[in-house]
């Protein structure tokens, strides 16, 4: 069955990571915990597009992952340059969902397709708050939402 995978100019933030060795499990590719990682990477560079000048230990309320889901398309060997492409594809009251194409840096292999959605809890309380406006405003304007 072939994955319908998203238009990569849809994607505003990409994100390039270089595979390590340590990156490598013992079948000679790289872990598939490691994609995750990579996402965490992204997700970074993302959300320094939404709260810019935000530390994440400086604001009231920050996103934790809630859920995730990956689409392996091909195995990653060593060397290789990644390029993560990332989007909200949905905002919700409290969470938002990021998709994450994990593709070669040359943009001709696809290797993965990774949602995660995200909860922004408040940092007291540890219970689900709604998406600062200011984010959720720049949220609209980066990915159209």
Known sequence: MEKDLPNPELFKVETTIDVRWSDMDVLRHVNNARYLTFCESANFEWFAKVAPGQGILDVPAYPVLARAECDF???????????ILTRAIRVGRSSIC???FI???AGTKDFSLVHLT???ID???HKAVSIPED???????????
């Open 73 to 83: 398309l091909a195995s990653v060997t060593y060397p290789a340059s990644l390029k």
């Open 98 to 100: 990021l998709e994450h």
């Open 103 to 105: 593709r070669d840096a």
């Open 118 to 120: 995200l909860v922004f």
């Open 123 to 125: 940092r007291e309380t």
């Open 135 to 145: 984010v959720r405003a720049n949220i609209r304007e980066l990915d159209g939402l």
